[in-house]
């Protein structure tokens, strides 16, 4: 075990170059901003009137995940900060294995999906309400409701369809690295992530598109 966790030259290399301190104090400034406006988006969801309950469920639920998302990094950041500057001389400390990065990296995977999922959920969400002249408010809540159900369910077995039949024997500097068995069914899924994104993109501005000619006719 402890050769699977020891750090090559390469590894002790990464540590110490400036490129990767760089990063992680970039990283460790995106999860304050997360926090900061994830405070301010839950006071304007909460007090603004534009929103439907329908479309608040979701948006929390996507606001979570991203504080759940920026929480895990964190922890991984701190240690990587502390390894990077007291564990340098404990080579054998730097690395860990894939096997105890399992509940973490699962952290990591679900958090991404639910957002990526939410976020379509809400666009679909947003599209009966915006072309389905017969959705009321009741319809949309329980339309938003199993979205809601949906993207739990799904995005919390992503983690293990990823990696459901790798045998985590390897090892990684952070939990949020890739098993190495993993990286092609890993691939597909962030291909997968990004037709989503387009597709949501896209179905955004068909809704204001349409929003906007309705508003001026």
């Given amino acids: 075990m402890s050769n699977l966790t020891c750090g090559s030259r390469i590894d002790i290399e990464r540590f110490t170059s400036y490129n990767f301190i760089f990063s992680l104090i970039v990283g460790s400034s995106a999860v304050v901003s997360t ?8 006071y304007a969801i909460a007090k603004r009137s534009i929103f439907e ?18 929480t895990a990094y964190l922890y991984e950041v701190i240690q990587l ?3 990077a500057f007291f564990k340098l ?19 990591f995977i679900i958090s991404t999906s639910a957002m990526i999922y939410g976020k379509t959920g809400l666009m679909l969400e947003r599209a009966c309400a915006t072309f389905l002249k017969s ?8 339309i938003s409701i199993a979205i809601f159900i949906c993207v739990f369910v799904l995005s919390s077995q992503t983690g293990l369809m990823l990696t459901w ?8 500097y952070a ?22 994104i387009l597709m949501n993109m896209l179905l955004l501005c068909l809704i ?5 000619r309705f508003q001026y006719a």
């Fill in 53 to 70: 309950m329908s479309t608040k469920l979701l948006l929390y639920q996507i606001l979570f995940n991203a504080v759940l998302y920026q």
């Fill in 175 to 196: 939990c949020y690295v890739v098993p190495k068995k993993s990286v092609t069914r890993a691939t597909r899924f962030f291909v997968v992530c990004t037709i989503l």
């Fill in 35 to 42: 926090y900061v406006s994830t405070v301010l988006a839950i």
């Fill in 135 to 142: 959705c009321n408010k009741s319809i949309l809540l329980k």
């Fill in 81 to 83: 900060f502390y390894k």
């Fill in 89 to 107: 001389d404990e080579p054998c400390e730097l690395l860990k294995t894939e096997e105890s990065c399992f509940l973490h990296f699962n952290v």
């Fill in 165 to 172: 039949d790798d045998t985590l024997n390897g090892s990684a």
């Fill in 208 to 212: 204001v598109r349409h929003n906007k």
